[in-house]
């Protein structure tokens, strides 16, 4: 595959005999003054190898690009769906108080209806009530004429007396004020009657009216009321949903950390029984206490691998650093994770206590998922973990397990990082938990192929008998360097 590129940039050369580094600064391969027949083949074989590392750099940072920008595109979807998820709900609450606007507005019609009929009857009663009194000024009238015929019957009737003629005449004027009185009195109770009918109409009328006004009045403050209320329900509903979302949030961070609670309880529970079932007087190394070891656990933490396969991750981790002797003087830890960038987790040098180990590695959280670039894993560990500056220590051997489930992406540039740590002394485990595990990869990874080890399942992580394995591989290394 780098057949093309080393015959074109023969080509180049033999024409040109310069090749620009990346600040673009010409170096000469060979005196340009002279005209020799091909250019010097170290410093060409110099120049593919920086030009083929350089490949390597601008092919990482591609990657590397590429999953942001489906990150970034992922994160816009999501902010999308919530966007229209949100307008979703307006719109359904926009309907429910159309609804009920429409409801309201029927109701206020229907009493704006009652309203005008009320009026329509206020009026009629008031034109009874008019014509009523008309009819008692006509009564009263009458009653006039009627008292002023009776005054002038009494007249003539005292003319009468006084005459002592006619008594015939007289009985029958007589008579006729009797009828004339009864009469009157007559009309005059009818008329009574009917302005006191017309009157109680016209009381209920006005109570009716007080009614209708007062119903009036009340449903314009129920509408008032239920539109503030339905104002306060929205409110209500986004602060509620606000709420809910914590409380999510907050039940999902008290779930996980009541899982790692007990697998942390369920891994020490289980290591202990390990140890007791391991403490029968016998010791896994000879002055494995004076080797010690400078020990870094690379773990994969790429999108494949998941929460709770992770979480099996750090339990494994959590065994094997209980054989461990945990001292400034003895054992040093260090983890770093990794998937499309790498993660420092802690230093060699940053617990140097078991307790304090235990709890770090618990702590330990799967929050960088993406894709499983080793290199890049294997690269930051050479560079910051096996220094001095970082607790690296002389003398003492330095170890590198990672533990991963799949084969890396670009293994070549895996294959070239972990030389660089062998060269450095550092021996280097791989345990692949995968049905799939590409073990030939690897093979170019690990320091040999006894420091290869192939896992079927995540689970198989929990086999005591692994780890006691795998623990006196960890303290050959101090063997050999005793050797």
């Given at each position: 595959m780098d057949f093309i590129p080393r015959v074109f940039?023969?080509?180049?050369?033999?024409?040109?005999?310069?090749?620009?580094?990346?600040?673009?600064?010409?170096?000469?391969?060979?005196?340009?003054?002279?005209?020799?027949s091909t250019p010097d083949p170290t410093f060409l074989t110099a120049e593919l190898k920086y030009l083929h590392e350089q490949l390597h750099d601008l092919s990482d940072k591609n990657i590397e690009l590429t999953v942001r920008n489906s990150l970034l595109s992922s994160e816009l979807q999501h902010q999308k769906d919530f966007v229209q998820t949100l307008k979703t709900n307006i719109t359904k609450l926009e309907s429910t108080y159309s609804k009920e606007k429409v409801v309201l507005n029927d109701k206020i019609h229907e009493?704006?209806?009652?309203?005008?009929?009320?009026?329509?009857?206020a009026i009629q009663l008031t034109n009874n009530l008019t014509s009523c009194a008309l009819q008692r000024r006509q009564l009263e009238e009458a009653v006039n004429i009627s008292s002023t015929k009776i005054n002038l019957l009494e007249k003539q009737l005292n003319d009468s007396l006084v005459n002592q003629s006619h008594d015939a005449r007289v009985v029958e004027l007589q008579l006729n004020i009797s009828r004339i009185q009864h009469d009157c009195a007559h009309q005059n109770i009818t008329s009574v009657d009917k302005i006191n009918l017309l009157q109680a109409q016209l009381n209920r009328s006005t109570s009716l009216i007080g009614k209708l006004e007062a119903n009036l009045t009340t449903c314009t403050k129920s509408n008032d009321q239920t539109e503030a209320a339905l104002n306060v329900s929205r409110e209500r509903n986004q602060l509620l949903e606000t709420q809910l979302n914590g409380t999510r949030k907050e039940l999902n961070i008290r779930n996980s950390d009541l899982d790692q609670c007990q697998r942390t309880a369920l891994a020490m529970s289980s290591n202990i029984a390990n140890l007791q079932s391991l403490s029968n007087g016998s010791t896994l190394c000879p002055n494995y206490e004076v080797c010690g070891l400078d020990l870094v656990f690379?773990?994969?933490e790429s999108g494949s691998v998941g929460t709770d396969h992770f979480q099996m991750l750090k339990d494994f981790i959590f065994k094997i650093i209980q054989f461990l002797n945990i001292d400034p003087h003895t054992d040093q830890v260090g983890v770093v994770t990794y998937s499309t960038t790498p993660q420092l987790e802690f230093?060699?040098?940053?617990?140097?206590?078991?307790?304090?180990?235990y709890e770090a590695v618990q702590n330990i959280s799967f929050n960088h998922p993406g894709l499983t670039l080793t290199s890049r894993g294997l690269r930051f560990v050479r560079e910051n973990l096996f220094n001095g500056t970082n607790g690296d220590r002389t003398g003492h051997p330095n170890v590198l397990v990672l533990l991963t489930d799949g084969t890396p992406i670009l293994p070549s540039h895996a294959s070239l990082e972990a030389e660089k740590l062998k060269n450095q002394s550092v021996d280097i485990f791989v345990i692949g938990i995968s049905k799939e595990f590409n073990r030939q990869i690897n093979l170019d990874i690990a320091t040999d192929s006894s420091h290869v080890q192939s896992i079927a399942d995540f689970g198989s992580l929990d086999n005591p008998t692994l780890v006691r394995d795998f623990v006196r591989k960890l303290m050959k290394v101090c063997t050999n360097i005793k050797s």
């Open positions: 940039l023969l080509t180049v050369l033999t024409r040109y005999g310069v090749i620009c580094n990346q600040h673009n600064h010409k170096r000469f391969l060979f005196d340009p003054t002279s005209v020799p009493l704006q209806t009652k309203v005008n009929e009320s009026n329509s009857l690379l773990v994969d230093y060699l040098d940053t617990y140097p206590q078991q307790l304090y180990l």
